[in-house]
């Protein structure tokens, strides 16, 4: 069976440039409001409106409502795509397994994985709560961004971390290099 060489790069290389991507975005989304508002108020001193400077206020309508999306969606989605990071972690267990995850793997609980919104599959993260650590691997996306989650760990890493009875707590993880 042959092989492919594999290219040597960090892991956190992809949600980086995604993370520059959706910024870069925000900055054209930006840009385009402020022009076309500017050009609608340069426009205003006139005797009669255009149709023109209806579809530019329309534009800086459109494009302000854009940034401000974008502006949340990276805030929600992006904040914790760091190598170390904190915050509300929960678990999911009942049910699930045998299901297929984001990466396309089936499911099983008694496996240390988790849900992140922005981590490359197959990155392995050092979970800890209350001197209790663990070693989980990425292998789906989640949890929804409104929750205010950082993780959804499988049951067998929230054993480990005591986790089960509280249902969410306050954790720390770090990428493992």
């Known amino acids: ?32 409001a402020l022009l076309s508002l500017f050009a609608a108020i ?3 001193g006139r005797r009669r409106p255009t149709s ?9 309508i459109v494009a302000a409502i854009v940034a401000a999306v974008l502006v949340g969606s990276i805030t929600a989605t992006y904040a914790a795509c760091v190598p170390r ?12 397994s045998g299901n297929r995850t984001a990466s396309g793997a089936r499911f099983d609980d008694r496996v240390p994985t988790t849900a992140h919104r922005c981590l ?13 650590s663990v070693i989980v691997t990425v292998n789906d996306r989640g ?11 499988a049951r067998a890493p929230a054993v480990q971390l005591g986790l089960v009875g509280p249902g969410v707590a ?6 493992v290099e």
């Not at 915050?87 to 699930?96: C, K, Q, T, V």
């Not at 490359?120 to 209790?132: A, D, E, M, Q, T």
């Not at 949890?143 to 760990?153: E, F, I, K, M, Y």
Request: no cysteine; hydrophobic share 50%; proline share 6%.
């Open 120 to 132: 490359p599959f197959g990155i392995p993260l050092r979970v800890s709560r209350g001197g209790r």
């Open 143 to 153: 949890p929804a961004a409104w929750t205010g989650r950082v993780l959804d760990l």
């Open 42 to 44: 340069r426009s205003v």
């Open 52 to 60: 023109a400077m209806g579809w530019l206020a329309g534009a800086a």
């Open 85 to 96: 990071f904190a915050g509300l972690a929960s678990y999911y267990s009942n049910g699930e």
């Open 1 to 32: 069976m042959k092989t492919e060489p594999q290219i040597l790069r960090h892991p956190l290389d992809e949600a980086l440039f995604a993370t520059a991507s959706i910024k870069f975005l925000v900055a054209f989304a930006i840009v385009i």
């Open 170 to 175: 306050r954790v720390e993880a770090e990428v």
